[in-house]
């Protein structure tokens, strides 16, 4: 028996298998914590990942917005889509909504997504979420842009009793002189903002709001948009119903146009464009109405119509090279979806007082949402005149970057269009014209120019 003890206090003694007997029984636990630390390191990179992705998902989304009349599925879409992307394609089971507001215009996106874990699924379902809210800052829509920052010169002038009414929309001029903006007599310039990067002259009553100041010049929104391309001549100096005796060529309709709209002498144009081209304006019942349809193309010389023509165009771009637009007497020019490009010398424009004027832009293609777009490159300066006292449908985007935009009527202009915006270098209003540039963009399906509906800064709130 004696000799057994020694042998059991050695025993008893020896620790060597004590770690394995703790390990035994703490390897469950310490297993556990290791796979939790690597559970929790994924779902918060899975996390990080997801909010990255509703972040640029709200960006994307409050972009869309930006058209104005894009619809809340167009939106939740562009969400998705974005989230998707960003998730390099594996969303696994993702849920994303979007919420847009008006006031002020945001767009948020909420997210949740089932993260697969190994280790702390039995405690924890793996559902992370992220939200985003996106904010359109300081962007009214423009409804007028005077791109001339000249400092001697207006780039809105308003005269008389002309009138400019902006609903829904904002008015800029980048003039940078203390006559950025000239509304005097009994003019009105109404709009929701009024914003001018110099000063402006008239009392404050012909402001409706009063214009704020030395306000930041507004880029040039459609800088980026490509010209249609263009390719021979379809047609050379068409002319449709403008009398035995019509003498004067292109070029002399484009330099009376010149001469008497630069001296600011309104409607005298029409009087100087009768004793250019000796065609004294008869009754209207001395003239026998054509009904004439043209077709899309490139039109050389220039097109004029006069006397009674009815003419209706067909959807598509008509490009306008070497000569000008002139639609004069009683004639009446109609289309819909359709956009002109002007090029060239003595390419301009011009709505006699007569006439009729109804177009609409086009709604797909490289002038969808322009009505009128003028070459940037144009070397020779000539003025718009629009002084139509029905052109009432004038639906789209109005671009002269290089020149003038004259208008005189004693009728509404653009007031029965759905949304009208004009970005012109300088734009002129003389006598009783009343200019209306409405906002309604849901109620056609011509887009608005991104830049155009909401030039304001796109910011991440949260």
């Given at each position: 028996?004696?000799?057994?003890q020694?042998a059991?206090r050695?025993f008893?003694?020896?620790?060597c298998?004590n770690?394995v007997?703790?390990?035994t029984?703490?390897s469950?636990a310490?297993?556990?914590s290791v796979?939790a630390?690597v559970?929790?390191?994924y779902l918060?990179?899975?996390?990080?990942?997801?909010q990255?992705?509703?972040?640029?998902?709200?960006i994307a989304?409050?972009?869309?917005?930006r058209?104005?009349?894009?619809s809340?599925?167009n939106?939740l879409?562009?969400?998705?889509?974005?989230?998707v992307a960003?998730l390099n394609?594996?969303?696994?089971?993702v849920?994303?909504?979007?919420v847009t507001?008006?006031?002020p215009?945001t767009?948020?996106?909420s997210?949740t997504?089932t993260?697969k874990?190994?280790f702390?699924?039995k405690?924890y379902?793996?559902?992370?979420s992220?939200?985003?809210?996106?904010?359109?800052v300081?962007?009214?829509?423009?409804?007028?842009?005077?791109l001339?920052e000249?400092?001697?010169?207006p780039?809105?002038?308003l005269?008389?009793?002309?009138?400019?009414?902006?609903?829904?929309c904002a008015?800029?001029?980048?003039?940078?002189g203390?006559?950025?903006?000239?509304?005097y007599?009994?003019?009105l310039?109404r709009?929701?903002?009024?914003c001018?990067?110099?000063?402006?002259?008239?009392a404050?009553?012909?402001y409706?709001?009063?214009?704020m100041?030395?306000?930041?010049n507004?880029p040039?929104?459609?800088?980026s948009r490509?010209?249609?391309?263009i390719?021979n001549c379809?047609?050379?100096?068409k002319?449709?119903?403008?009398?035995i005796k019509?003498?004067?060529?292109?070029?002399?309709?484009?330099?009376?146009?010149?001469r008497?709209?630069?001296?600011?002498?309104?409607?005298?144009?029409?009087?100087?464009?009768?004793?250019?081209t000796s065609?004294?304006?008869?009754p209207?019942?001395s003239f026998?109405?054509s009904?004439?349809?043209?077709?899309?193309?490139?039109y050389?010389?220039?097109?004029?119509?006069g006397?009674?023509a009815?003419?209706?165009?067909?959807?598509?771009?008509?490009?306008?090279?070497?000569?000008?637009?002139?639609?004069?007497?009683?004639?009446?020019?109609?289309g819909?979806?359709?956009?002109?490009?002007f090029?060239?010398?003595?390419?301009t424009?011009?709505?006699g007082p007569?006439?009729?004027?109804?177009l609409?832009a086009p709604t797909?293609?490289e002038m969808?949402?322009?009505?009128?777009?003028e070459n940037?490159?144009?070397?020779?300066?000539?003025?718009?005149?629009?002084l139509?006292?029905?052109?009432?449908?004038?639906e789209?985007?109005?671009?002269?970057p290089?020149n003038?935009l004259f208008?005189?009527?004693?009728?509404?202009?653009?007031d029965?269009?759905?949304?009208t915006?004009?970005?012109?270098r300088?734009?002129?209003?003389?006598?009783?014209p009343?200019?209306v540039?409405?906002?309604?963009?849901?109620?056609?399906d011509?887009?608005?120019p991104?830049?155009?509906?909401?030039?304001?800064?796109?910011?991440?709130?949260?």
């Open positions: 028996m004696q000799a057994w020694p059991r050695r008893l003694a020896n620790q298998g770690v007997l703790t390990f029984i703490l469950p310490v297993i556990l796979g630390a559970d929790f390191s918060s990179l899975q996390k990080s990942n997801l990255q992705a509703v972040d640029a998902a709200a989304a409050v972009r869309e917005l058209l104005a009349n894009t809340r599925s939106i879409a562009v969400a998705k889509n974005s989230v960003n394609g594996k969303p696994g089971n849920s994303v909504n979007a507001s008006s006031d215009l767009v948020t996106v997210a997504q993260v874990l190994n702390m699924n405690f379902d793996g559902q992370i992220a939200n985003a809210v996106a904010e359109i300081g962007g009214s829509p423009i409804c007028l842009l005077g001339d000249a400092v001697a010169k780039a809105i002038t005269q008389r009793s002309a009138r400019i009414t902006g609903n829904g008015i800029y001029s980048n003039a940078t203390s006559k950025s903006l000239v509304s007599d009994s003019a310039m709009a929701d903002f009024i001018t990067s110099g000063g402006y002259t008239g404050v009553s012909n409706q709001p009063r214009p100041t030395d306000c930041p507004v040039d929104p459609l800088i490509a010209a249609p391309p390719g379809t047609e050379s100096f002319r449709i119903d403008m009398g019509f003498k004067a060529d292109f070029s002399t309709i484009s330099r009376a146009i010149k008497e709209t630069l001296s600011e002498s309104g409607k005298n144009t029409s009087n100087a464009l009768t004793n250019t065609h004294s304006l008869l209207r019942s026998t109405a009904h004439v349809t043209l077709k899309p193309g490139v050389c010389g220039g097109l004029a119509i006397g009674a009815e003419v209706t165009l067909e959807p598509g771009i008509y490009v306008i090279k070497n000569g000008p637009l002139f639609v004069n007497d009683y004639a009446s020019l109609k819909q979806h359709v956009g002109f490009y090029t060239g010398t003595g390419s424009l011009y709505f007569h006439t009729s004027i109804s609409t797909s293609g969808a949402g322009l009505l009128f777009f940037r490159n144009q070397t020779k300066l000539l003025p718009y005149a629009i139509s006292d029905d052109a009432r449908v004038l789209g985007t109005i671009y002269f290089r003038r208008v005189d009527a004693d009728s509404p202009i653009a029965q269009s759905a949304y915006a004009i970005v012109a300088r734009v002129d209003l003389f006598a009783g009343h200019l540039l409405n906002t309604n963009y849901d109620q056609t011509v887009p608005v991104d830049g155009i509906a909401r030039n304001g800064k796109i910011i991440l709130k949260e």
